[in-house]
């Protein structure tokens, strides 16, 4: 197997995107989807979401298989995601 069923890069819409709308999620959700090993893109529902690899890196079960089989995962957009889980949380908090 050379590749695994992933986005390569955040889409438009992605959650874990600086640019996304302001507390359209809310904290809670965010910190919930955030603690989750892994997160499907909610457009190509067939695809593990980039947006989520990138920001948890290693914390991601996605990115730790990957790993583990020597399979590259291509992603890009590192610098369109938040930095950290904190910043992304109170990004989404309703105001």
């Avoid at 709308?21 to 593990?48: N, P, T, Y």
Wanted: with cysteine; net charge negative.
């Amino acid at each position: 197997m050379s590749s695994l069923p992933n986005v390569k890069k955040p889409c438009a819409q992605c959650p874990f995107r600086k640019d996304t709308l302001k507390g359209w999620l809310g904290g809670e959700r965010m910190a919930e989807i955030l603690a989750q090993g892994s997160f499907v893109c909610h457009k190509k529902q067939d695809l593990q979401c980039a947006g989520h690899m990138l920001i948890n890196g290693d914390d991601n079960d996605f990115v730790r298989l990957a790993n583990r089989l020597g399979i590259e995962l291509d992603l890009s957009g590192r610098e369109l995601v938040f930095d950290t889980r904190s910043e992304c949380e109170s990004h989404h908090e309703h105001r």
